[in-house]
């Protein structure tokens, strides 16, 4: 039986009772490509604007004043979450943005290297030589795997990654022959979008650490449906989005360690991330201002905080307890229809609540209609992991992913549409 009150808590998402697709009732499973939004964060951007707005850490006036103490009320909240400190979570506009900073470090203190140029205190980490290793992994999102292509490319340095088992999950034999000495950055998904699979940050993390390499984590999968705690997790940088985890979207969050931050040169320049300026040259602030120049997403932190607030009401113990009970009723409806495969691994052992799967003789495209047809929205389409598309030999997936709004009513709607699309296109 779940944990959660889900009828309750339902009542909590303005979006989830309304109807599509002629008055059907919405049965929301995309979660994992964003969430829904509490009217407690709706509220709270709102009442950012209408209350406070002003350009934060500038004005001397009162509501300058009071966006700012929001702003960094709202930082200091968020870091609290995941067990961080204030001054070492850096606000990006969505995950992404922030595993490109981290690429970009590396790339900026490269080039200013190659300059004469003296560098930072501990910015030597982040200069790449040609042939230094990047590592990655084969169930990468594409914004974990496109900024560091790019990367090597522009450095001379070389790709490299840790494949798949057929199971789905991460080939763990081949880590010492993968991370080599060599390797100077390991970046890796805790949990993957497309296969649901989380994996054992402890494993690499200590691979990487036993030939010096600098760790990121991409988290967009975990954070929102898990407990996560920095201290327990050993990494060097974490990034994740807001929009996942019942936040608004146009924000998302970079942890980094304190020294790593300060030894960083700039991603983005320009306004409110400088110390001095002259018409020769510039001086950069500490962490994390360094990293936020122009006017910052202040509202969506704010908003951003209500939803930690909202997740911390709940429980991450209890939100992580509630999807496990949900996947495991997934995979176990799923394996009983002829003809579905689930992608990823086959029981709830280590794995979140992404549910990707192929239908025999149907597109996952012409899935996603039929369940669509009848209120369910899915995501189909490879998902931004095109490489795990291409390790199992199918052209995409349908795929399901739950949150605190989803219940095993949900599951079986899921399991019936499936049956209906195999009806409707004569599949088994």
């Known amino acids: 039986m779940s944990l959660l009150d889900v009828a309750t808590l339902r009542k909590d998402f303005p979006i989830l009772s309304r109807s599509v697709r002629d008055g059907k009732n919405l049965i ?15 509220d709270a951007e709102r009442n950012f604007y209408e209350t406070h707005n002003a350009a934060v850490h500038r004005g001397a006036h009162q509501l300058a004043e009071e966006a700012t103490i929001a702003f960094e009320n709202a930082r200091a909240n968020i870091a609290s979450f995941i067990g961080a400190q204030t001054n070492d979570v850096v606000f990006t506009k969505n995950a992404t943005e922030a595993l490109n900073l981290v690429a970009y ?4 203190a490269t080039l200013k290297s190659l300059t004469g140029a003296p560098l930072p205190a501990g910015a030597q980490r982040f200069v790449l030589a040609q042939g230094d290793e990047v590592v990655v992994t084969e169930m990468e999102h594409h914004s974990n795997l496109v900024p560091w292509q790019e990367l090597c490319a522009k450095t001379g340095a070389v790709l ?3 494949g798949l088992t057929d199971d789905g999950r991460l080939n763990y034999a081949d880590l010492d022959t993968v991370i080599t000495a060599r390797t100077k950055v390991v970046s890796f998904t805790h949990q993957s979008n497309l296969l649901g699979t989380i994996n054992d940050v402890a494993k690499v993390s200590a691979a990487a650490r036993a030939v010096g390499a600098i760790v990121v984590l991409d988290a967009c999968q975990s954070i929102p449906h898990m407990p996560v705690s920095v201290e327990k997790l050993d990494v060097d940088f974490i990034a994740w989005s807001g929009h996942k985890m019942l936040g608004p979207m146009g924000i998302g969050c970079l942890w980094g360690r304190n020294e790593l931050l300060a030894s960083m040169p700039p991603f983005i320049s320009g306004g409110s991330m400088i110390e001095t300026v002259t018409m020769e040259a510039s001086t950069f602030a500490a962490p994390p201002q360094r990293f936020e120049a122009g006017v910052p997403m202040a509202a969506q932190a704010v908003a951003l905080s209500a939803a930690v607030d909202y997740l911390q009401a709940i429980g991450m113990d209890k939100v992580a307890a509630h999807e496990h009970e949900l996947t495991t009723a997934a995979i176990a409806a799923l394996s009983e229809i002829k003809g579905v495969r689930i992608i990823g691994p086959t029981d709830s052992h280590d794995r979140g609540s992404a549910v990707s799967f192929v239908v025999d003789d149907i597109h996952p495209h012409d899935v996603g209609q039929v369940l669509d047809s009848l209120g369910i929205a899915v995501r189909v389409g490879h998902h931004c992991a095109w490489p795990v598309c291409r390790r199992y030999d199918v052209p995409a997936t349908t795929r399901a992913t739950f949150y605190i709004y989803n219940d095993l009513n949900d599951v079986k709607a899921l399991a019936a549409g499936i049956k209906q699309a195999q009806e409707f296109f004569g599949s088994n």
């Not at 929301?28 to 709706?42: E, F, M």
């Not at 470090?105 to 900026?108: G, H, I, K, P, V």
């Open 28 to 42: 929301y499973l995309d979660s994992g490509a964003t969430s829904q939004k509490p009217t407690s964060v709706l």
């Open 105 to 108: 470090s590396f790339l900026n």
């Open 160 to 162: 490299k990654w840790l």
